[in-house]
Nanobody
Framework: QVQLVESGGGLVQAGGSLRLSCTASGRTFSSYAVGWFRQAPGKEREFVATINWTGGSTYYVDSVKGRFTISKDNTKNTAYLQMNSLKPEDTAVYYC?????????????????WGQGTQVTVSS
């Protein structure tokens, strides 16, 4: 069993930056791929980014490419989502998720463990 806790959300002006953290407990993080998803009010959950178990491969949704960076520190059992040049349309609750596997996973149904979410609000 893996427990995930997100942190780092908050209120920021458009053009600003935030770094989200996802800390795992219960099992070592090193054999897990991690994904970040978000859900805005009245909208379905959306895939944002994923990183493979080694941290060597990543994939992003087009709307965040060049602005967001996903990373993973297996020694700290923590994954990160660095978000730069934030836009009001990035406003959402952000969730991290983990799955035991060696690939990149973009479908939320493939993930076994989820955090509770952290709110990100970008003002215009």
């Amino acid at each position: 069993q893996v427990q995930l806790v997100e942190s780092g959300g908050g209120l920021v002006q458009a053009g600003g930056s935030l770094r989200l953290s996802c800390t795992a407990s219960g099992r070592t993080f090193s054999s897990y791929a991690v994904g970040w998803f978000r859900q805005a009010p009245g909208k379905e959950r959306e895939f944002v980014a994923t990183i493979n178990w080694t941290g060597g491969s990543t994939y992003y949704v087009d709307s965040v490419k060049g602005r967001f960076t996903i990373s993973k520190d297996n020694t700290k059992n923590t994954a990160y989502l660095q978000m730069n040049s934030l836009k009001p349309e990035d406003t959402a609750v952000y969730y991290c998720a983990a799955v035991h596997g060696i690939y990149l996973y973009r479908d939320g149904h493939e993930y076994d463990y989820w955090g509770q979410g952290t709110q990100v609000t970008v003002s215009s």
